[in-house]
């Protein structure tokens, strides 16, 4: 049975991942999630609290579902947000990622992580309003895509140390 634990469980993609993965994967998979507080879910069951930017818990969770599969959804969702928050946005998008990349390594190095980005990091790359590609710079204009570019540009560095 594959065991995914989402972050973020609280924000707006989350709510359709459900029954998204459920129907690409089937009935045998064991869905788990976290979010910035507690609570119950008819589709996840318990959701369990973690602030991402706390190392132990991100270690402590890792290492206690084991996941096959992790899809990193926890930040701050509105780039207004970010971007009136910087110190937050820089906490949220790129050190706690790197904690969940850091405790993958350490708890579960089989584990695969999805890290949701977002369009954005492309930002001057699409005023030229051609389609893009994986051959697209990354050029953020704000703090939002600029931290979630780092997350990205980071995570490739993980790669090489053998982060899936």
Known sequence: MMRILLTGAGG????YLPDALRAAIGKDVELMATSLFASADSDFGVVY????TDRDAV???IAGVLPDRIIHLAGIAAP?????QPDAAWRIHVQG?????DAVLAEAPNCHLLNVGSGLVYGA????CIPLDENAVLAPIDV???TKAAADLALGAYAWRGLR
């Open 144 to 146: 939002y895509a600029t």
């Open 59 to 61: 270690r402590q969770i």
């Open 125 to 128: 790359s699409a005023l030229a």
């Open 49 to 52: 609290p973690l602030d991402v």
């Open 97 to 101: 990622t790197l904690a969940i990349a």
């Open 12 to 15: 707006f993609v989350a709510s």
């Open 80 to 84: 207004q947000a970010s971007n009136s």
